[in-house]
Each structure stands twice: as structure tokens, then as C-alpha cells.
């Protein structure tokens, strides 16, 4: 099943609270953290996610656009974080972060930038929950969804099918109505959606509509049946 996480990057940061129940039905909330230094934007850092998971039962997806991902992605485990993604430029051990991830009990991911090949971790695959391919360059919302990742997608779903893996594949980044589709066909089967969900009008019903569309796209998919 395909599962829909709006970004709240793109919510009113003043509201946050009714901003993550505007959008009830969700699978995850996705929390963009950005330190100014891995990406060229500051956002918001564990304080304000410890205060999110208390108000809201939608689980949270924590993407972190930071340095020093070894030293601060833990804490984010304990801040109350159901799944936390670490960026790959930015972790020096990436199979002891994912494994400490996992042992303080929270989903493990790890995020792709664009011009980051997936090729050279094939081997650390079935240390992740999900792997997040960036579909424009990481540190703002709104930015137009890059057609080129659409081959990497491709290539990454057939290694998490050749190694049998339980892997998700996310992609964040330009997530619309009009490219969701292009998504889901290439092997896609998580889709962070910023602008698109918190600039409809209804955001819960533009959750329901981008899954759809996700959904008629890979019917048949023998990776889609799974979550
Ligand atoms: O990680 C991100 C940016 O670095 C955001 O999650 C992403 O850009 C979501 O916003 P939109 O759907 O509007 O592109
Ligand atoms: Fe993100």
C-alpha cells in the first residue's frame, strides 16, 4: 500500500499541532530538520519534535538535512521519533548509526542526495527500513521534481527485489499530483508531499488523492502488496 507523508515543512510552524491534524489519515508526518550547515536553511531541531510526537498520534518521520548525523540522530530516536533518516554524505559510520537507530527502537533510513549514487551501498541495504532517494536538492519546499532520479529509483527497487529485502523506498522532493504516478511506476512505494499536501485546500482530502494515484499506478506491482 502506498503511504502518503506530508511534509510540515511546508505547514504554518506556528500552528504546528493543528497543522498534523489537518492531515488525520496520514501515514506518517514527515519533520524536516535542517542546521543551516548541511543544507542552506534552519528549520527546527529535537526540542520541537519531542513537543510534535506529544501532540499528535500520527507517527513521525523524522529527515534529517545535518551534519554530524552519528552524534545527533539518536536523540531524535528519544525525542520520539517513529523512524529517523540520516543523510549518507553526512553519516562516518553509517551501518553503526542505522544500528543504533534500530536498537533504540525506531525505524532506520538513510537519504540520498541527488548527485549520491545508490550503487555503492548495495551491501548495506538490509541494514535500513527504508531508503530516501531526494528528488530535488535537499533544504527547501516547493522546488520542481527532477525526472532524472526516475532511473535511480528504477535501479533501487530491483536491488531491494533481488536481495529480497522488506526495504521501503521513499522519495521526497517535488512530490505533486502530476508526478506521484512517474514515482510509483519506477518502484516508489513512500511519498513525502509538502507543497502539495499543506498548499490544497483540504489537505487530508489531497492525502487521500495523491495515495490513489499512487495506488492505481502500481496495482499489480509485486512490491506494492506489502505494508
Ligand atoms: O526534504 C525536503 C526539502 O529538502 C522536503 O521534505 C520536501 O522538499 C517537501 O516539500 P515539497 O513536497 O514541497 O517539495
Ligand atoms: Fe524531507
Same mark, same amino acid.
Given at each position: ?12 510552524f ?22 543551516n =550547515? ?17 501532540a ?23 525525542a520520539?521519533?517513529?523512524s529517523?533518516?540520516f =543523510? ?6 553509517? #551501518?553503526?548509526l ?35 532517494i531526494?528528488?530535488v ?13 526516475l532511473?535511480?529509483?528504477?535501479r533501487?527497487r530491483?536491488?531491494?527485489?533481488? =536481495? ?8 521526497d ?7 506521484i ?9 513512500v511519498? #513525502? ?8 485546500e ?8 495523491l495515495?490513489?494515484r ?6 499489480g506491482a509485486p ?5
Open positions: 500500500m502506498a503511504q502518503i507523508n506530508p511534509s510540515i515543512l511546508s505547514a504554518d506556528a500552528r504546528l499541532a493543528e497543522e498534523a491534524k489537518a492531515v488525520d489519515g496520514a501515514d506518517w508526518l514527515h519533520v524536516d530538520v535542517m542546521d =550547515h548541511f543544507v542552506p536553511n534552519l528549520t527546527l531541531g529535537v526540542p520541537v519534535v519531542e513537543a510534535l510526537s506529544k499528535t498520534d500520527t507517527p513521525l518521520d523524522c529527515h534529517l538535512m545535518i551534519e554530524d548525523a552519528d552524534r545527533w540522530a539518536p536523540q531524535y530516536v528519544e520520539g521519533a517513529g529517523v533518516t =543523510h549518507v554524505e553526512a553519516a562516518a559510520a553509517p #551501518v553503526r542505522a544500528r543504533e537507530i534500530r536498537a533504540k527502537g525506531a525505524r532506520a533510513s538513510m537519504a540520498l542526495r541527488p548527485a549520491t549514487p545508490i550503487e555503492p551501498y548495495e551491501d548495506l541495504l538490509p541494514e535500513l527500513d527504508m531508503l530516501l531526494m528528488t536538492e535537499p533544504g527547501f519546499g516547493g522546488q520542481a521534481f527532477l525526472d532524472i532520479m532511473p535511480k529509483i528504477r533501487t530491483e536491488l531491494i527485489s533481488k =536481495h529480497g529485502l522488506e526495504l521501503w523506498l521513499q522519495v522532493g517535488g512530490v505533486s499530483a502530476t508526478t504516478e512517474r514515482c510509483a511506476e519506477a518502484g516508489a512505494d511519498f #513525502v508531499a509538502g507543497s502539495a499536501v499543506y498548499g490544497a483540504d489537505p487530508a482530502e489531497a492525502v487521500r488523492a495515495r490513489a499512487a495506488e492505481a499506478a502500481t496495482a512490491w506494492a502488496c506489502g505494508h
